[in-house]
């Protein structure tokens, strides 16, 4: 089931085609963060016996930072699309109030609205 309209809020409310608009990104990013993983796989398996060296160590590091921050993205991402799918998309997970649409627009993955989103990164 997909929400054709999240609320009755001109901020807030999708239309078909703007909620089409963001499953495709979401899709897009989708697809490049598994490619993302793939390419930081292949390249830690093509190093591995550059590890003694201090340059490829350091490398490997940004490697591993880089695929866990992928993963993070993809996890988001996919959370974003399984929302859509049961038609829970648009709304924040702490206080349950609509996430704006131009917040959506810019971060469709977005789990919380941008005040939430303060409070949370403010308690960091």
């Known amino acids: 089931m997909v929400n054709h309209q999240i ?10 085609e703007e909620l089409a608009a963001l499953r495709e990104n979401l899709h897009e990013q989708r697809l490049f963060r598994h490619e993302q993983l793939q390419q930081l ?3 830690a398996m093509n190093r591995t016996q550059a590890l003694l060296d201090r340059r ?19 996890a988001d991402v996919e959370a974003a699309l399984t929302r859509m799918d049961q038609g829970r ?36």
Request: contains cysteine.
């Open 7 to 16: 609320i009755d809020d001109r901020n807030t409310t999708l239309s078909v």
């Open 41 to 43: 796989s292949a390249a």
């Open 56 to 74: 490829a160590a350091s490398q490997t590091e940004v490697r591993v930072k880089l695929a866990a921050s992928a993963r993070m993205v993809l």
């Open 89 to 124: 998309y648009g709304a924040c997970h702490l206080c349950r109030r609509p996430i704006t649409r131009e917040r959506l627009m810019i971060v469709p993955q977005a789990r919380y609205c941008a005040r939430c989103q303060q409070v949370r990164e403010a308690g960091r």
